[in-house]
């Protein structure tokens, strides 16, 4: 992106969407395409500290593509904190303030707020958005209708990369 003014100029919603999606439908290898979708995200909004792809391996979430600060929680067991919880319960989950949770894995000691959306391929889940704020409650229904039908896109995607990671491959 072009610097606008001295700051990195974000593109809109609409915008970010349509260049995450045709990342996703391009021709692109597979960690690349996702790499791709989590950097056109976290520049598009300034307050999400940080922007990954979990990849579903066994009953284990592997950490993907990402932007932000390095986590230790480059694996974590399904059932552990938000995003193990997000698959035990097969669903996506918003959390307003992760001070309020006895389960949350820190990534950063700011991070006040995450949303996590499964990514299905039919009806199997491969893998998950996982997205961190410092800000309370950041997340809202338009963030998750936005990572939901991305996730949509995403599903084979993940499925291969999962597939190559229990193969004992590397991304």
Known sequence: MEPLGGRPRTPGRDAARAEALAALAGDLPDDAALRRVVEVLAAAHPAWGWVGVYLLVGDTLVLGPYVGPASEHTRIPVGVGVCGTAVARNANLVVDDVANLDNYLACSVG???????????????????????????????????LLEDLAGRAGPRCRRLASTLAGGGRI
């Open 111 to 145: 991070t006040r707020s995450e949303i996590v959306v499964l990514i299905r391929d039919g009806a199997d889940v491969v893998g998950q958005f996982d997205v961190d704020s410092d800000d309370v409650a950041a997340f809202g229904p338009a963030d998750e209708a």
